[in-house]
């Protein structure tokens, strides 16, 4: 009797499943359980519910020619899924889950694409057309470095924003790379670098869910481990001034007023022509001197020139030795804003005409073995002179001259704040000479060093409306003092009579004086 309410279960849940496309199948054949038929007339097996619960599983079957949860891939081929649930509700749920989305056209194929190979996808569909050399060598190594190596088997629709969550912890506890041009500065993965490898990721899944590989992006709303950004050293304008002063390197010299003055990162230096330098003597009489910054000089490696076909690339230099992976380049910089006009003070554009002047001697002197790329900022024989360079010289004239330990680019910072104290906070004309493409930049990161402006601003608030002499009679209101009734201490005061005869006899003659007459 047992055994015939199973196997009635049984054959109600087979019935059930084949008429709504869902059929709960054995992972292996069993002689105990039931037998049914199905619409097409062929048999299939079924576990009793006895055989289902000492499994602990239950599958969901599908035919590829049912619905709900048979489908058409991209090849144009039926399939068939199986999916595996720890219960007969959780089983039911999906089987509802994909009703649904089959009947609002939201069903997606399944597919067995791992992260590694859809990043691959990506790179080639979405990061060619848009991506620079620079940012094209950036992602593939983050791809590369930290992303394929840790989650890169995993499918792409079996990320989940937990095992979001479970990535970021891994990548919290794992050791950064070292490259052969590049060594890691923290031990451990920085959280700034967290924060890029979840924005490319973010972006990848955005297009799997254009491209219809996922129905939700699994990296929307994801909580970032929080990057506190140190409060960069920078140099004062005196200390800038007394570094100059000690400078005997040409090239850095030149090197550091441009970052100063005009606030010039160290790929645009590297990368300013003579043709966009504007110092003639009537630009610097009309105080309308300036440069003209739209290219930067910087390495990318062969691959990703190869790749993206020269894009945004102005010239290649031949290297010295043909067999690096890497070249020197002139490119476009990095976003729009950052091709701008600066203005320059009249002393650095003579500055310029003196340097221009010794360049132009040196050029006579070698003739053709100076090769002229018109680049102000040279090596003597013309060729690019890479950041390293200037690195190091900046790193020894930072040392003989005793001063803070700070990095070239703080130079820059300490431009922007200097600006931002001159012009009173002016972000917008700052903004211009930096070339930053959001203004939060100039606010969150560089102006930190304006605390003496808001103690000038607390300072000029008390001259404008405090020091006003109607406000300053204004006072709170004093209480009464409280009057204490006195006290008499007779034994002190017969001690002062005892030692004082004088003092006795001027008390008596008091006293007498004020007795009343008879």
């Not at 891994?170 to 031990?187: G, H």
Request: proline residues 4%; contains cysteine; aromatic residues 8%.
């Amino acid at each position: 009797m047992k055994q015939s309410k199973i196997s009635r279960r049984s054959f109600l849940l087979g019935l059930g499943a084949v008429s709504a496309a869902a059929v709960l199948t054995a992972c292996g054949g069993s002689s105990s359980a039931s037998t049914a038929t199905a619409a097409s007339g062929s048999s299939v097996v079924y576990r009793t519910l006895d055989q289902i619960k000492e499994s602990g599983t239950i599958n969901i079957g599908v035919f590829s020619d049912k619905n709900p949860f048979g489908y058409v891939d991209e090849n144009g081929e039926t399939k068939q899924k199986w999916e595996t649930r720890t219960s007969y509700q959780e089983a039911l749920k999906r089987k509802a889950e994909i009703e649904s989305q089959k009947s609002s056209n939201s069903f997606l194929p399944p597919t067995n694409q791992n992260i590694a190979e859809f990043l691959s996808d990506f790179v080639s569909l979405y990061g060619e057309k848009r991506w620079g050399v620079s940012m094209y060598d950036s992602q593939t190594a983050l791809i590369a470095n930290y992303i394929n190596p840790i989650i890169g088997d995993m499918e792409v629709q079996a990320v989940t924003p937990r095992a979001v969550d479970g990535y970021i912890q891994t990548l919290q506890k794992t050791k950064s790379v070292s490259t052969k041009t590049r060594k890691a500065v923290t031990t451990y993965v920085s959280d700034k670098t967290i924060e890029k490898i979840i924005k490319l990721l973010r972006c990848a899944f955005k297009q799997a869910v254009r491209w219809e590989i996922i129905a939700r992006n699994p990296f929307d709303n994801v909580i970032l481990p929080k990057t506190e950004y140190a409060k960069r050293d920078i140099w004062t304008a005196d200390m800038i001034r007394l570094a100059l002063d000690k400078c005997t390197d040409s090239k850095l010299y030149v090197a550091m007023n441009l970052s100063f003055a005009c606030s010039l990162r160290m790929g645009e230096i590297l990368g300013l022509t003579w043709e966009n330098v504007h110092i003639s003597d009537e630009d610097i009489a009309a105080d309308n001197a300036y440069v003209y910054i739209d290219k930067e000089l910087t390495r990318a490696s062969k691959r990703a020139i190869e790749t993206l076909g020269e894009k945004d690339i102005y010239y290649i230099f031949t290297p010295l030795m043909p067999n690096t992976s890497t070249r020197i380049v002139l490119k476009k910089p990095k976003t729009d804003s950052s091709i701008r006009k600066v203005w320059l003070p009249k002393t650095l554009a003579y500055i310029l005409r003196e340097w221009k002047k010794s360049q132009d001697e040196l050029k006579g002197f070698l003739g053709d073995e100076y090769q002229d790329f018109d680049l102000v900022v040279a090596l003597p024989n013309g060729r690019p002179c890479e950041d390293r360079i200037i690195l190091k010289e900046f790193a020894k004239l930072r040392e003989d001259a005793g001063l803070p330990k700070v990095v070239f680019h703080s130079l820059r910072h300490s431009s922007t704040t200097y600006k931002l104290k001159l012009n009173h906070g002016d972000l917008k004309a700052t903004q211009g000479d930096t070339g930053h493409a959001q203004i939060d930049m100039i606010t969150s990161v560089y102006a930190h060093i304006l605390d003496e402006d808001r103690k000038i601003n607390a300072q000029k608030f008390e001259s404008a409306f405090y020091a006003k002499p109607d406000l300053r009679n204004v006072r709170p209101p004093e209480e009464p003092a409280k009057s204490e009734p006195a006290t008499l201490d007779l034994e002190s005061l017969v001690e002062q009579l005892q030692k004082s005869p004088e003092l006795a006899s001027a008390l008596a003659a008091l006293i007498a004086a004020q007795a009343p007459a008879k």
